[in-house]
C-alpha cells in the first residue's frame, strides 16, 4: 500500500521513466460464515449488516440453504435469495458460484411477496455463469440416498434439492449454466436432452418429461433475463467504482465444506471463505473483515461424526427450547455442548477478524454449561481436527465446567445487561478462540443482537 506521499505522486514517472502502479485495491468485502455444521443464526447476521450494505452476495450453495430472518415480527425464510433482499435500498447478487433452481427461485420470491416483500424482482441481479439446477437433479439426488442407504446402510442426508448432482454435473463439464438458457435455446435443448440421457444411462428408473421441462424452462428464463448480468463485470465495476458496502452471505458452514468439512457428510460447494473469491469473482486482496458466525452450543443435522452430542436430556432442552428445526428440510437437529475444537478449526481456515456468539439465551435455565476445548486420542490430546471419520468418531472430549447463570438474558441490549457468570462465559470462549466476540444473540429479532465494539 503506497504512504499518502507515494499516493500523491503514484503516476509521476520513476526514476527509469516508467509510470508507477496505482493502489487500486479498491472496495473491500466483508463476509460472513458459518463456524459449525451451519444452522448459526447467519441470516440474522447479515440482516443486520445488510442495513447498511448496497449490494449483498450468495457465493455458494443452493436452495439446500435455509436463512430465516426476522423483521417487524415478520418471519421470512430465504433459500436462495440473499437475506439483503429485504434491503430495499441494496441489491442482492446471486454469484457464479450458486447453483440455482429457478423454480424454486421464483416460488420463493412469490412467497415472500405475499408476506410484504415488495419489488424484489427489480433488486436481484444473477450471475451469467451461474450453473443450473433442473427437477431431474432432485430426482437423482433422492436416488443417490436410497442406493447409499441400500449399499452402505446409511446415506449422507443431503437435503434432495439437487445440489450434489448439479456440481456433480457442473464438474464433469456437462452442467448447464444461465448464459446457455438465455442464449441459444435451440443449442440449450440439444444440451439439456443428451444430460438427461446421460442420468437416464445411470439411473434406469429416472423419467424426465423434456418437453414439458424446456417448455417451462423457456417462460423461466423471459423471467429470468432482465435480472442476469456479467456477474465478473458487475464485481469489478462495484469493487473499483465509488466507495461501497459489500457484504458476502455464506450458506451451509466450514465443518461442511467439501474439502475442509466431515467428509463425506458434507455439502458439495466450499462454504469457507475462498468460495467468496471463487463464487464472485473477487480477489483475495478486496476481502475485509470476515465474521465466523457460531451458536453457544452446537447442532448438526443429518449424520456424521459429533462428538459433543447430548444423547440425554440436555440435547433435548436444547432441542426444545431452541427450536432447533432445519429451515430446509424439516428434520430436528442433534444438539450438544459448544466444541472449541471446531470453532477454532473453522478459524484456522477462514481468519475470521469476529465472531458473532448466537442463542446465548437458549442456556439461561441450565444449572451447568460445558465447553469442549480438546479431543483426546488414546489418552492423548490431538492438536489437529481429524480428517478421518472413523478417527473422529472415537475422540474423547476434554471440557471446562461453567456454572449457570439461571436468569433470563433476552431482554438484556448491551454487554452490562448480562449475568456476570454469562460474561465470564464469552470471555472464555473468545480467549479460547482467540478472536473478538463482536455480537452476542439472545433472541430472534433484530434487536436482540447486542453489539459488544
Known amino acids: 500500500i503506497w ?73 421470512y425464510d430465504f433459500h436462495l435469495l440473499p437475506s439483503g433482499i429485504i434491503n430495499p435500498k441494496s441489491i442482492s447478487l446471486i454469484g457464479n458460484g450458486v447453483v440455482i433452481h429457478l423454480p424454486g427461485l ?54 434432495k434439492k439437487g445440489i450434489g448432482p448439479a456440481y456433480s454435473s457442473k464438474a464433469s ?50 423471467r429470468l433475463r432482465p435480472m442476469v ?21 455464506g450458506a451451509n458452514a466450514a465443518l461442511l465444506d467439501i474439502d475442509f468439512g466431515t467428509y463425506p457428510f458434507v455439502t458439495s460447494s466450499n462454504c469457507t471463505v475462498g468460495g467468496a473469491c471463487t463464487g464472485l469473482g473477487i480477489p483475495p486482496m478486496n476481502i475485509g473483515d470476515v465474521f465466523g458466525v457460531a451458536k453457544a452450543y452446537t447442532t448438526r443435522v443429518g449424520i456424521g461424526a459429533f462428538p459433543t452430542e447430548q444423547l ?31 470453532v477454532r478449526y473453522a478459524h484456522m481456515i477462514n481468519g475470521f477478524t469476529a465472531i458473532a456468539l448466537t442463542k446465548l439465551d437458549i442456556l439461561d435455565v441450565l444449572d451447568e454449561i460445558k465447553v469442549g476445548v480438546a479431543y483426546k486420542l488414546n489418552g492423548k490430546r490431538i492438536p489437529h481436527f481429524p480428517a478421518n471419520m472413523d478417527v473422529l468418531q472415537k475422540v474423547e472430549v476434554e471440557y471446562e465446567t461453567f456454572p449457570g447463570w439461571k436468569t433470563d438474558t433476552s431482554a438484556a441490549r448491551k454487554w452490562n445487561d448480562l449475568p456476570v457468570k454469562a460474561q465470564n462465559y464469552i470471555r472464555f470462549i473468545e480467549n479460547h478462540i482467540g478472536v473478538p466476540i463482536k ?15
Open 106 to 159: 421464483f416460488e420463493e420470491g412469490d412467497k415472500n411477496d405475499k408476506k410484504g416483500l415488495k419489488g424484489w424482482e427489480k433488486r436481484l441481479i444473477v450471475s451469467d455463469r451461474a450453473h443450473l439446477v433442473f427437477d431431474f437433479h432432485q430426482v437423482v439426488d433422492g436416488l443417490q440416498e436410497t442406493e447409499r442407504q441400500a449399499q452402505e446402510g446409511k446415506n449422507i442426508g443431503t437435503t
Open 439 to 453: 455480537w452476542v444473540g439472545v433472541g430472534k429479532s433484530r434487536e436482540c443482537m447486542i453489539q459488544m465494539f
Open 229 to 249: 448480468r456479467d456477474g465478473v463485470y458487475y464485481m469489478y465495476e462495484a469493487l473499483h467504482g465509488p466507495p461501497k458496502k459489500i457484504l458476502v452471505e
Open 3 to 75: 504512504s499518502g506521499k507515494d499516493q500523491k505522486n503514484a503516476n509521476q514517472p520513476a526514476a527509469t521513466g516508467q509510470k508507477r502502479p496505482r493502489n487500486d485495491a479498491g472496495n473491500k468485502v466483508t463476509v460472513v460464515l458459518g463456524a459449525q455444521w451451519g444452522d448459526e443464526g447467519k441470516g440474522k447476521v447479515v440482516d443486520l449488516l445488510a442495513t447498511e450494505a448496497d449490494i449483498v452476495c450468495r457465493c455458494q450453495g443452493g436452495n439446500n440453504a435455509g436463512h430465516t430472518v426476522v423483521v417487524d415480527g415478520k418471519e
Open 173 to 222: 463439464r456437462t452442467g448447464l449454466r444461465v448464459c446457455d438458457l438465455l442464449g441459444d435455446f435451440k443449442d440449450f435443448s440439444t444440451r439439456f436432452k443428451n444430460l438427461v440421457q446421460q442420468y437416464q444411462s445411470m439411473y434406469p428408473s429416472l423419467t424426465v418429461d423434456v418437453e414439458d421441462q424446456l417448455k417451462k424452462l423457456k417462460e423461466f428464463a423471459e
Open 312 to 342: 440425554n436430556a440436555i440435547g433435548e432442552l436444547l432441542q426444545t427450547r431452541g427450536h432447533e428445526v432445519g429451515v430446509t428440510t424439516g428434520r430436528k437437529r442433534r444438539c450438544g455442548w459448544l466444541d472449541l475444537v471446531i
